[in-house]
């Protein structure tokens, strides 16, 4: 079973595969963009809490996505499953992304596994971590 849930205005919520939770609590609005937020695969979790036109996704298997206000920042944690071998450790992500605050910003954490990316206030930063480790801009 999956859970979507959006509690505001101007917000598209999506969760699909099993186990996957996707929240949007906020409104977004026609000037600054619509809250969108995907939590798609294995046991995903995508929030944006507050703010508007930010695009908040966990996808794959086992991710973390998360916005805390803000305005138009994009958050993504992601990796790729491979069902031809589904105990492979990198079927397993384990990857976090998040942005506090802010406008502009991209925190990408994938494929994995156990990336985590971050940005935290400020203006149009970028924080990408492929692999194994934490970048926090």
Known sequence: ANVALNAGNYGVV???GFAN???NVG???LTTGINTVTAQGVGNVANN???SGNTVQALGGFNRALNLGGTRN???AFNQINLNNPFKLSN????SAFNIGGKNN???AGPGPLATAGTIGGDTKTAAQT???IKIK
């Not at 397993?92 to 990857?95: A, I």
């Open 131 to 133: 692999g194994p480790g």
């Open 21 to 23: 939770i996707a929240t």
């Open 92 to 95: 397993f992500g384990f990857n």
């Open 27 to 29: 409104s977004g609005n």
């Open 14 to 16: 999506a969760a699909s």
């Open 49 to 51: 809490l507050g703010g």
């Open 74 to 76: 994009n958050v993504r």
């Open 106 to 108: 991209t925190a990408s």
